[in-house]
């Protein structure tokens, strides 16, 4: 059964640990299943811009990282730096990943919800990337609380660059402000 494969496959991304930790030596970091888990607790509960819809956010939030459990957590940036060839790779690699996760599973709306992810084009995604840097940043002060804080501070960088929503920066102040007691 292909489905049974494709599940079994994307149950590596419970024990595959986020590469951005793990470059910072934090002690147990998050899986990448457990990011996966926190971006969709924000896109079930946080206000949503006109035309977004919750139930596509979520699905979406669900499956937008899948193709890592083929390729594995790759950064290709970090603060306000940011490696675009490497980028371009990592797509690339992550979308062969999904049409070969996803190849005769007969799943092809959620095939397309990861792939459009990946191409942070619609408003869907686009917003659910704001999402995705939340959920980091939301991380980030649970860390801080084991090391020191400026040790994390590109984490920081990188999700003021991507967060633009006006209740999504409502929430990233709101981090920042806890984040300085």
């Not at 596509?56 to 083929?70: C, F, N, P, T, Y």
């Not at 790759?74 to 790779?89: A, C, D, F, P």
């Not at 704001?130 to 609380?145: I, N, P």
């Amino acid at each position: 059964m292909k489905k049974l494969a494709l599940l079994k496959q994307a149950m590596k991304l419970k024990h595959l640990k986020r590469t951005g930790w793990t470059h910072k030596d934090i002690p147990n970091p998050e899986s990448v299943a457990s990011h996966i888990y926190g971006v969709a607790l924000l896109a079930l509960t946080v206000p949503l811009p006109k035309g977004i819809d919750r139930d596509k956010l979520v699905q979406m939030a669900l499956v937008h990282d899948i193709g890592e459990a083929k390729i594995g957590d790759q950064v290709w940036e970090r603060g306000t730096y940011s490696n675009h060839h490497k980028h371009l790779i990592k797509d690339e690699e992550e979308r062969g990943a999904i049409f070969t996760m996803f190849e005769s599973t007969g799943l092809d709306k959620v095939k397309k919800l990861s792939l459009e992810f990946i191409q942070h084009k619609s408003p869907t995604a686009k917003f659910l990337k704001e999402l995705d840097k939340l959920d980091m940043v939301l991380e980030a002060l649970v860390y801080e609380e084991r090391v020191d804080p400026q040790q994390l501070n590109e984490f920081w960088e990188n999700a003021e660059r991507y967060i633009h929503d006006k209740n999504l920066i409502k929430y990233f102040d709101a981090l920042r402000k806890e984040r300085k007691k």
